[in-house]
């Protein structure tokens, strides 16, 4: 949905000017902005001018010098365009302005800066405009030439600021509007959210009475056979039909919206729909037989022609518009051709209904053909609105003298819809969102959103257009997103079954996050979705396992069909979409669930929704061992360092082969940390090193041990001991520290690793790694014999790896 921020201030007066203010606000009250556009961002310094005089230049036959009234000043344009003439009104870029693109529609970003300059030798001080060098096109002002300059109408004011005039001083707003908030697909219900969310006045436009002295039922019937599919139909008839262009603020308003004005009754139908989100349908009434509307299901394998110029092949599911004789449209998608509006309309039928949307829906995607209208008719509009709608389009008719009205309307609306009611209840909802919101400050944000109030019975009245409040919760939510969500604090929920608190598993959550964050790692956020195409950025091969993943019955497309078996592509995309972006030291966490089928297809047993904590990084500093450092913080913060060993891996396609390591605890595999593979990081588009890690978190919640033991201070000195250790290079550190440990003896209570070299004095293919070993004695002082004894022992068992002390 898309909203002129100028029409929107008609409704809203005082709204703000700033795009900016406005988008913020609206998204933080519930109305997501997606992107905001300023038509004239590209443009400056271009105003309305008058060509006075065209002589041919002396030396170019394609080119002519212009004299050219400004306002101010009469100045030199040469120019090549073929369709100047003298007396023409034209937009004119002066000295220093710019303009925003080029001839073949091309938007050029910054604009183009126009200077003064020569053409073949003749001053030319400035430049007249074509419309796509004022950043727009032919689709929305029809009357501009093909690859010519735009000829503005006889009224424009000489001088006068080209821009304002053409209404391209403008801020186009997109919105993502979910399908529940249908009064939202409309400018009024766009207004109504503004005026409450800047708190300002809402003021809908004014409907006068409008209709003659005769009767619509003198010139035509209706009749609805099937009422399921038709809840309300309304028609009132328009005849002496002046076909003529609409009045500028109509087009302009039109071609905000992205809309060609086309004459005023297309128009005045376009512009009802997008200022009431209600479609309307306009009718020829001499083309209609017996002057009968009949609505009812299409005869099935019967045929018609859509105003496009189809023919459709129709089946008894198609809810139809006809007349006494035929099809004329279908309802809520097309009309047909032979009831369409001409040159030659004199007198024409406004429809304006309510029908089924699944309905409209199922029947638009049979016959291939998706329109505005099908596309508002399938949410579920509010036939309430169908009225308005219709008597703001004769409103309009009268006003634009596009034809007479005639008295009367004829509305077919058996089972009408009606406010309904809700509980108010205030101290529930500050319970329900942890709040204090006093009683009458909740009243007064639910009263700006035209919510009425019984205090007899203490009951809201939800207005027919807000289809989406149907409970308690919903009354919650528009009170907290008027609060501002940001101003409710995070609490725990309370109930009479839970006495409150953090499970272990939540607890466990938070000091992962605790841990990564003061380690400098960002939290992110990812898709649980993704595509097939993962498993071969990762190098996995056929009959991985990782490949056994679930399939998503209805994908929002290609990239996101199936459920991720392994947490790494949300965080190696958003690290090369940083790497790109030049951001030089990125660290990222996750903390998300992966999703493994116990079998497929699945049946009713569900899959195994395991909770990772996965981290990603780059940058200076960064490394195998500063990532494992960060999973040792983990560890010891959760009481599960006393069993964990670090193993080599090379099971793994996406890690780099001999950087990289199992996670064991108590001989189950928790995790694995190490480098990306170079062929994976290439893949993602990442240029240097990547470190990640993965913690299964089920398991932790398996281990995880907060006892802890007081241990008094040492009594007894430390008898301290450094070994000089020369290994094969490819001997694990780790392999080497187990040996301590197991040969060192009850009193050996530390081992420290100080010194890492390779290069002379040491031979090739071994390395020397340096240890400083703790020996400690709770009740008395270790004799050298103690130690040496241990000593021993290590050294033994170290010359059966060919490890030796280093000379």
């Known amino acids: 949905m898309r909203t002129s921020l100028k029409w929107l201030q008609a409704m809203v007066p005082g709204l703000t000017n700033d795009p900016k203010e406005f988008c913020d606000a609206m998204t933080l009250s519930g109305s997501k902005v997606e992107y905001y556009t300023a038509l004239d961002q590209d443009l400056d310094k271009i105003v309305i001018g008058q060509v006075k005089k065209i002589e041919k230049h002396p030396d170019a036959d394609h080119l002519v010098i212009c004299q050219v009234d400004v306002g101010d000043k009469t100045i030199q344009i040469v120019t090549g365009a073929q ?104 400018l009024i219900g766009l207004a109504r959210e503004a005026a409450a969310t800047f708190n300002l006045p809402f003021n809908p436009p004014e409907i006068k009475e409008v209709g003659n002295s005769e009767n619509v039922n003198d010139y035509i019937s209706v009749e609805v056979e099937n009422r399921d599919l038709c809840r309300r139909y309304t028609a009132r008839v328009v005849k002496n039909i002046q076909l003529a262009p609409s009045p ?156 007479e009205v005639v008295g009367g309307v004829i509305d077919f609306y058996p089972e009408p819809v009606k406010p309904w009611r809700i509980k108010f209840e205030p101290d529930h909802t500050n319970a329900f969102l942890g709040t204090d919101i ?149 660290s990222l966490y996750e903390l998300g669930n992966i999703y493994i089928a116990k079998s497929l297809p699945l049946t009713t047993e569900l899959p195994d929704e395991r909770m990772q904590w996965t981290l990603a990084s780059y940058g200076d500093g960064e490394d195998f061992y500063s990532m494992k450092g960060v999973v040792e913080e983990f560890l010891d913060k959760v009481g599960m360092t006393d069993k964990v060993t670090y ?72 008898s301290v001991r450094d070994l000089s250790l020369v290994m094969p290079k490819n001997t694990p550190a780790g392999d080497v520290e187990k040996i301590f440990y197991a040969e060192g003896g009850e009193h050996l209570e530390s081992v420290k690793l100080f010194d890492v070299y390779e290069g002379a004095q040491v031979a090739d293919g071994y390395k020397s790694i340096s240890y400083r070993l703790t020996f400690r004695a709770k009740d008395r002082s270790l004799s050298d014999t103690d130690v040496n004894d241990a000593m021993d022992a290590i050294l033994k068992r170290l010359e059966s790896m060919d490890i030796t002390l280093r000379s």
Not at 371 to 392: C, H, V, W
Not at 542 to 560: C, M, S, T, V, Y
Not at 680 to 688: G, L, Q
């Open 647 to 718: 193993v080599p891996s090379k099971n793994r396609p996406y890690l780099h082969p001999g950087r990289c390591a199992d996670i064991i605890y108590d001989g189950v595999l928790i995790g694995y940390l190490g480098e990306l593979h170079p062929t994976v990081a290439a893949n993602y588009a990442i240029k240097t090193r990547v470190y990640i890690a993965d913690i299964d978190m089920p398991y932790v919640v398996k281990f995880a041990n907060f006892e802890k033991k007081y241990t008094g201070i040492a009594n007894f000195p430390a």
């Open 248 to 403: 500028r603020w109509m087009q302009e308003r039109l071609r905000s919206q992205g809309i060609r004005p086309i004459n005023n009754i297309v128009d005045i139908t376009n512009y009802v729909m997008e200022e009431y989100g209600q479609p309307m349908h306009a009718y020829d009434l001499d083309t209609i037989a017996g002057h009968k509307i009949i609505v009812k299901n299409a005869t099935e394998g019967s045929k018609f022609v859509t105003l496009d110029g189809r023919e459709h092949v129709l089946d008894k599911d198609m809810l139809m518009i006809n007349d006494a004789e035929k099809p004329i449209g279908f309802a809520g998608i097309m009309g047909g051709q032979d009831s369409m509006i001409t040159d030659d309309v004199k007198t024409m039928v406004f429809e304006s209904a309510t029908f089924n949307g699944t309905n409209i829906r199922l029947s638009a995607k049979r016959l291939g053909t998706r329109t505005e209208a099908s596309g508002m008719f399938e949410k579920g509009l509010d036939p309430n609105n169908a009225i308005e709608a219709m008597n703001r389009a004769c409103d309009l008719i009268e006003e634009l003298g596009a034809g």
């Open 83 to 186: 369709n100047v003439s003298e007396g023409a009104k034209v937009p004119v870029v002066l000295d220093g302005g710019r303009v925003a693109g080029s001839h073949d529609g091309k938007r050029t970003e910054g604009g183009i800066k126009i200077k003064k300059g020569k053409l073949r030798g003749v001053e030319s001080d400035g430049m007249m405009c074509s419309i796509e060098e004022l950043g727009s096109s032919r689709e929305v002002f029809p009357d501009a030439p093909v690859n010519g300059l735009y000829i503005m109408p006889d009224d424009a004011p000489v001088g006068g600021d080209a821009v304002k005039y053409l209404g391209l001083d403008d801020v186009v707003v997109e919105y993502e509007i979910t399908n529940n908030r249908i009064d939202c697909f409309s």
């Open 438 to 586: 006093p009683r009458e400050q909740q009243l007064g944000y639910l009263k700006k959103l035209e919510l009425g109030y019984d205090e007899k019975t203490e009951e809201l009245i939800i207005p027919t257009f807000r289809q989406d409040l149907l409970s308690f919760a919903d009354i919650s939510e528009e009170i907290a997103r008027y609060f501002g969500y940001a101003n409710v604090a995070t609490t725990l929920p309370k109930t009479s079954a839970t006495a409150g608190g953090k499970s272990l598993k939540m607890e466990l959550e938070d000091i992962a996050k605790d841990v990564a964050e003061y380690c400098g790692f960002s939290q992110a956020y990812c898709y649980s979705f993704e595509s097939r195409k993962v498993f071969d950025k990762l190098l996995l091969p056929a009959d991985a396992p990782e490949r056994k993943a679930i399939e998503i019955q209805n994908p929002l497309g290609e990239d996101f069909s199936i459920m991720r078996t392994l947490p790494l592509n949300g965080l190696l995309t958003s690290l090369s979409t940083n790497f790109n972006r030049r951001n030089e030291n990125v």
